[in-house]
């Protein structure tokens, strides 16, 4: 393949580049930042994409934010592109803050703390439950009994507070996303026009006089 490294990355060099991208997270949100100001658009309907990016991101549906940024986007009328973007809101330095306050504030609201997991126990809950559901399907097709006790365990105590607490502090980020992506985007657009029309009125510079010219 062209872009092919070289040097493949062993296993730690992977998992670093997932926690801290090559050049950090600040370069790598100004990338996005600006890869979202030049998407070819209306500023209301990147501003709308990116808000249902952010949203997405505050759910439990792990390896499925893309496909919800996209839904919802399409609902909302917004950029595609835009609420791809958005779901870089949640990644491996927001997604333990926004895990810990959807499950807490979700319990609070179902009056289940007593079904919770511990926090210590979250992630590893998530990976019990599915390997649990890759059992459960070799199970139909083998000998194995199907077991559903981890599921429901997870199911109670994190999936489900999680998807209800994330409601109200995805919609506020979203929101938020939404009016500080706005004028930013009004403003870099209305500059980028202006630099064209001041391009445009520009009279072409006149070539420098020959030497025969100057002679007569």
Known sequence: MVFRRRTPLNLMQKLRALVLPKGGWGRAFRYLRHRASRIPDAPHRIARGIACGVFASFTPLFGLHFFLAIFLAWIARGNVIAALIGTAAGNPLTFPFIAVLSIDLGHMILGSRADG?????IMTAFGQAGDEIFRNIRAIFGAEEMRWDRLERFFRGVFLPYLVGGLGPGLVAALVSYWLSLPALNGYQRLRAARREARARKPAEKPAPSKE????
């Open 213 to 216: 010219e100057d002679r007569t």
């Open 117 to 121: 997991v511990p926090v210590s126990q």
